[in-house]
């Protein structure tokens, strides 16, 4: 037993120690990467990798919903860090078969970001840049824990899109970035992760606060004529987070925690003075 985890051990290091070209297929991937320590081993990033400075001025081989196989394969990389999302899943399976390690990034929960860091930094040269910036996580997360734990419920409604009008689901990201500060969804029990919704099914839920996403924010006035039934359209809490903390599963997730904690706050001084 002991000869065998040696082994297990052995092989794990060895093989993270020969890590030299890495890419990544997703923004969110990019920020992990760096924060693993591996930001010197990568070579290539998906359309939108913009943080940190540095990832900008990488080649780029994917986008959202497409990947450039070829030039991935002429690159060669020894690790590909990918999400599982959009349509990206064929051409990952594909690129599986053709023999490429993968890491999949996929993130639900704000404490799997320091999980993902944390197994990412096996493939770093040291993996002391990695276990330093995931435990640092850890602490700030469980400080904003602890600071929003016995806050007043809110409900809220976050609007994806304006037509149709999306929103999302519990457990599915970004829910527990508001769930943390106490925020309700007034659809988490919805049975599909991003649900479409009606007009309507908004109103009757009344919801106390509205966060909308960057594109729609310029399309709020549609509720505008229902601001007697709706508490979030009467005192005008319609915010919109900054998306790449709000979207991404990065150690910048905490910052729209922050944020979206500040919005919160301000909604309860109104509802409960």
């Not at 002991?2 to 297990?8: D, I, M, P």
């Not at 990467?33 to 591996?38: H, P, V």
């Not at 990206?88 to 999949?104: A, C, M, P, R, T």
């Not at 829910?175 to 007034?186: A, D, M, P, Q, R």
Request: glycine fraction near 4%; include cysteine; proline fraction near 6%.
């Amino acid at each position: 037993m002991r000869l065998t985890l040696f082994v297990l051990l052995f092989s794990v290091s060895s093989f993270a120690y020969c890590i030299d070209r890495v890419i990544s297929l997703a923004p969110s991937s990019t920020e992990l990467i760096y924060a693993a320590g591996l930001g010197d081993k990568l070579v290539a990033v998906s359309k939108y990798s913009n943080y940190p400075e540095e990832a900008q001025s990488l080649e780029i081989v994917a986008s959202f919903d497409s990947v450039n196989i070829e030039r991935i394969v002429a690159l060669n990389p020894d690790l590909i860090v990918a999400w599982r999302s959009g349509g990206s899943v064929k051409s990952l399976n594909q690129l599986k078969e053709l023999g490429f390690s993968i890491y999949y990034s996929d993130t639900t929960y704000l404490s799997e970001i320091a999980d993902r860091i944390d197994e990412l930094s096996q493939y770093a040269d040291s993996a002391k840049i990695g276990h330093d910036n995931a435990q640092a996580y850890r602490t700030e997360l469980k400080r904003l824990q602890n600071h929003y734990s016995n806050n007043v419920p809110v409900s809220y409604f976050y609007q994806l899109s304006s037509k149709p009008i999306y929103t999302i689901a519990k457990n599915h990201w970004p829910s527990e970035v508001f769930s943390l500060c106490g925020g309700v969804n007034i659809f988490e029990q919805s049975p599909i992760p991003y649900p479409q919704v009606g007009l309507e099914q908004v109103i009757l839920k009344a919801p106390e606060v509205m966060f909308t996403s960057p594109h729609t924010i310029q399309n709020t006035e549609i509720w505008q004529p229902w601001q007697e039934q709706i508490p979030a359209v009467k005192h005008q809490f319609i915010w919109s987070l900054n998306a790449d903390w709000l979207n991404r599963p990065t150690p910048r997730s905490l910052k729209a925690v922050a944020q979206a904690c500040e919005f919160f706050d301000i909604a309860r001084k109104e509802y409960n003075p």
